[in-house]
């Protein structure tokens, strides 16, 4: 069975500072990831996603991130983070082929200080 | 706005009661998601349609809980009887069928059940 691993339930950043969030999976076969963000009374929002090709994935709001197959990971990273970023993101795994379900990890809440 | 919409906001209920919600999902998409988030947790899967077929059911959807998409555009889900343990957030998604491949999933607001 598929599952996600997001082993930060909370973190805390300055302004400013870089920032990396971590994603472990475990899937049978080449899956598809994501990190979505969610910010309070906002639906979830696709931040960036990985199919295959390059592993360093750029997406929006300025996040990357980078899949090694080798660790199961699938970390979000950004260079300086600004105080409206402060949301909790999710990292998910979603089948090669049919393109259904999605298994999310547990979140990662993330704080910025000013 | 042409998003993904879901009434009501919030709902309170008491223990026993029935509740019913409504997904309206972006016009052209022909797949439509449930999944329930508890408070800690990322979304989990209910359950999902192409058209008006439901397609796959995860285990967390008892009997209690029934959705439909009866013409293939909105979606309800209706829980009987709640419980405590039934409340949380109910997200809605809905993408257009992929071929080969995945096709993204734009999520709702959701819809906050309090269970009391």
């Known amino acids: 069975a598929q599952s996600v691993t997001q082993p930060d339930i909370h973190i805390t950043v300055s302004e400013g500072a870089s920032l990396e969030l971590r994603c472990n999976y475990s899937?049978?076969?080449?899956?598809?990831l994501f990190w979505y963000v969610q910010s309070p009374g906002q639906g979830l929002q696709l931040l960036l996603k990985y199919f295959s090709g390059d592993t360093l994935v750029q997406g929006i709001k300025g996040f990357e991130a980078e899949f090694k197959r080798s660790q199961s990971s699938f970390n979000l990273r950004k260079p300086s983070v600004h105080w409206s970023d402060a949301a909790e993101y999710f990292c998910a795994v979603g089948p090669f082929l049919g393109g259904n379900k999605l298994t999310f990890g547990t979140g990662t809440q993330l704080k910025v200080e000013l | 706005d042409t998003g993904v919409s879901q009434n009501p906001r919030h709902k309170i209920t008491k223990r026993g009661q029935n509740v019913t919600f409504r997904c309206d999902p972006i016009?052209?998409?022909?797949?439509l998601y449930w999944y329930r988030q508890t408070l800690g947790q990322g979304p989990e899967f209910l359950t999902y349609f192409q058209n008006e077929a439901q397609l796959e059911k995860s285990r967390l959807l008892s009997d209690r809980f029934s959705a439909e998409r009866p013409k293939g555009s909105f979606s309800t889900l209706e829980i009987q009887r709640t419980e405590q343990g039934d409340s949380a957030m109910y997200l809605c998604?809905?993408?257009?069928?992929?071929?080969?491949?995945?096709?993204?999933?734009?999520f709702g607001p959701g819809t906050r059940l309090t269970v009391l």
């Open positions: 899937y049978g076969a080449t899956p598809y």
């Open positions: 016009s052209e998409h022909n797949r």
């Open positions: 998604a809905s993408s257009s069928a992929p071929g080969l491949g995945y096709n993204e999933q734009f």
